[in-house]
T-cell receptor, first 113, second 111 residues
Framework: SAVISQKPSRDICQRGTSLTIQCQVD?????MFWYRQQPGQSLTLIAT?????????ESGFVIDKFPISRPNLTFSTLTVSNMSPEDSSIYLC??????????FGPGTRLTVT | TQLLEQSPQFLSIQEGENLTVYCNSS?????LQWYRQEPGEGPVLLVT?????EVKKLKRLTFQFGDARKDSSLHITAAQTGDTGLYLC???????????FGTGTRLQVFP
């Protein structure tokens, strides 16, 4: 298992601004994942972040809107750029193997006004 | 697009009752996971099942993976208020090797 922390835990932001979310893991991991969970809904994968290479984005998500950094094996950031109210969601990072199960951070609850 | 449909979407029961949550798809999965998520927290992995027909028990929770590896169920015996939360199934696609989350079942257990 892994212990994952995220900062901030929640934020209220104005339309048009950007927010960077940090994810810290207590052990070195190859792959980190970023998910979005809209209110009352399930999880949608935004991108997979590997250390030393560019993130791989899922359909419907682009680097200009959700730039990701992965500077080392224990840390990653996700930026939500040029925010609109539709970006209001919980953003979660996770680690783990696809087949073995994922370990999630507590999430960042973002509200865009 | 592969979908994992969960039913029911919402479930509200009293302590002591039994319940079953279903997770269905037309696609085959190489493995399937169940998570529980409480408000303000990330999902927590409960179990992973990998073999068609497999049954796993975790105290009062029983998980089953369908023979054809397209569906799964979660049965809770004698529900407790601590079982309240959002239950999510997630399958690793046999074709794409990607993890796909189900639509979710929100369970509320009243004392």
């Amino acid at each position: 298992s892994a212990v994952i922390s995220q900062k901030p835990s929640r934020d209220i932001c104005q339309r048009g601004t950007s927010l960077t979310i940090q994810c810290q893991v207590d052990s070195q991991v190859t792959m980190m994942f970023w998910y979005r969970q809209q209110p009352g809904q399930s999880l949608t994968l935004i991108a997979t972040a590997n250390q030393g290479s560019e993130a791989t984005y899922e359909s419907g998500f682009v680097i200009d809107k959700f730039p990701i950094s992965r500077p080392n094996l224990t840390f990653s950031t996700l930026t939500v750029s040029n925010m609109s109210p539709e970006d209001s969601s919980i953003y979660l990072c996770s680690v783990g193997g696809q087949g073995e199960g994922q370990y999630f951070g507590p999430g960042t609850r973002l509200t865009v006004t | 697009t592969q979908l994992l449909e969960q039913s029911p979407q919402f479930l509200s029961i009293q302590e002591g009752e039994n319940l079953t949550v279903y997770c269905n798809s037309s696609s085959v999965f190489s493995s399937l996971q169940w998570y529980r998520q409480e408000p303000g927290e990330g999902p927590v992995l409960l179990v992973t099942v990998v073999t068609g027909g497999e049954v796993k028990k975790l105290k009062r929770l029983t998980f089953q993976f369908g023979d054809a590896r397209k569906d799964s169920s979660l049965h809770i015996t004698a529900a407790q208020t601590g079982d309240t939360g959002l239950y999510l199934c997630a399958g690793v696609s046999y074709n794409t090797d990607k993890l796909i989350f189900g639509t979710g079942t929100r369970l509320q257990v009243f004392p």
